[in-house]
Structure formats: C-alpha cells, structure tokens
T-cell receptor, first 111, second 114 residues
Framework: GQSLEQPSEVTAVEGAIVQINCTYQ??????LSWYQQHDGGAPTFLSY????GLEETGRFSSFLSRSDSYGYLLLQELQMKDSASYFC????????????FGKGTRLHILP | EAGVAQSPRYKIIEKRQSVAFWCNPI?????LYWYQQILGQGPKLLIQ????????DSQLPKDRFSAERLKGVDSTLKIQPAKLEDSAVYLC????????????FGPGTRLTVL
C-alpha cells in the first residue's frame, strides 16, 4: 500500500531552525513535494525533490533520500507567519498516477 | 495572472441532497485535480484530469461522486446524494501538465452536510 508519516505537531521559537520529517511507502515513487497551508487557506507549493539531495529556496530547504524513503523540510530564521500546517506529498506512478498527501504537521512558533 | 477560481465558497445542504462545485483552472494548465480535505487531515485526491481525459479516479466514490471537464478547461464535481461524511473542503488545483509538480490550489468550497 501507500502511506506517509509525518509528526502531527512541532513547536519552535521565532528565529530558530526547525526540521519536519516525512517517511513514505509507495510502489512507484516519483517525487516528494512540500506544501504550506495556513488556517482557512489553500495549500501553497514550497518545494519538490525528484532526486536525492538538498533543494534550497530562500529560508526553506527540502531534502530527499530515496534509498531511505525519507525526506525533510527545513525552515530557517523562523517567523511568526510560518505558523501553519506543512504537508509532504508523494507522486506514485506505480500502477497509475497518484498523488498522496500526508496528514500534515502543525508548526507552532513561540515568540 | 489569475489564480484557480472555485465556486461556491460555502455550501450547506441536508443529507441525500445533491450539490455541484465548479472550478476554473489557471489559463493554459492542462492538468486539473479535485481534492477532498477533511478537517485536520491532508488533501485526498479524488480525480485527476489531463485536458479532458481522466488520469486517475481510483479514490473517487463513484456511486455518489462524479466529475467532468468537457472542454479541457473548467470542471465540475457533483455529489448525489450527499452523506454526512462528505462534509469537507473541496479543493481544486491545476498544473501546467502532469510533468510539472507544482500545483496551484483554489480557495476551496467548504461543504457542510446536515
């Protein structure tokens, strides 16, 4: 079957660094994406990893290890506006073309 | 560039009634997705279109849900009849094509079934 695991909640302090992990199990892994969603808002795309390694976009970085079926999102210089839910999503092109989202990690930022 | 448009934004119906949602993707985007997001969970893909063809609808409850994208542009998702457990936000997203992994989401339709 297909599944994604990510922590339900993470708390960090403003200005600090936080890492949100995601492990997955799929039959035809194609790539890992990350989305941010504020309360009442729509998900917005943050990053995509198709190959192993680190992708950096400003304060956000995302990492993928295909051999470990593992990825993470790294947020640096945390700001209060980063308080949101973060979802990892896997594209599975095994038997068909499916996109599976994790249940999300709620990030709480303390001043 | 205009984003993904959805209507209505909110809908309240009673169980066993029918409801339809409309989505207009970003101009030029070939791939359109419908998701169901229940409170506190991640989006669940219901159906994926490439132009006006269905790529994947394996998680669409076909006994009550239907979707179409007749001219390869806008799309409608229908529920008939609705059940209490269909209460959720229905999100439409689009991307340039299946090969592009960045999806642009609309604001969603919040459905409450009483």
């Amino acid at each position: 079957g297909q599944s994604l695991e990510q922590p339900s909640e993470v708390t960090a302090v403003e200005g600090a660094i936080v890492q949100i992990n995601c492990t997955y199990q799929t039959s035809g892994f194609y790539g890992l994406s990350w989305y941010q969603q504020h309360d009442g808002g729509a998900p917005t795309f943050l990053s995509y990893n198709g190959l192993d390694g680190l992708e950096e976009t400003g304060r956000f970085s995302s990492f993928l290890s295909r051999s470990d079926s593992y990825g993470y999102l790294l947020l640096q210089e945390l700001q209060m506006k980063d308080s949101a839910s973060y979802f990892c999503a896997v594209r599975d092109r095994g038997r068909d073309d499916k996109i599976i989202f994790g249940k999300g990690t709620r990030l709480h930022i303390l001043p | 560039e205009a984003g993904v448009a959805q209507s209505p934004r909110y809908k309240i119906i009673e169980k066993r009634q029918s409801v339809a949602f409309w989505c207009n993707p970003i101009s030029g985007h070939a791939t359109l997705y419908w998701y169901q997001q229940i409170l506190g969970q991640g989006p669940k893909l219901l159906i994926q279109f490439q132009n006006n063809g269905v790529v994947d609808d394996s998680q669409l409850p076909k006994d009550r849900f239907s979707a179409e994208r007749l001219k390869g542009v806008d799309s409608t998702l229908k529920i008939q009849p609705a059940k209490l457990e269909d209460s959720a936000v229905y999100l439409c997203a689009s991307s340039l094509s299946r090969e592009y992994n960045e999806q642009f989401f609309g604001p969603g339709t919040r459905l409450t079934v009483l």
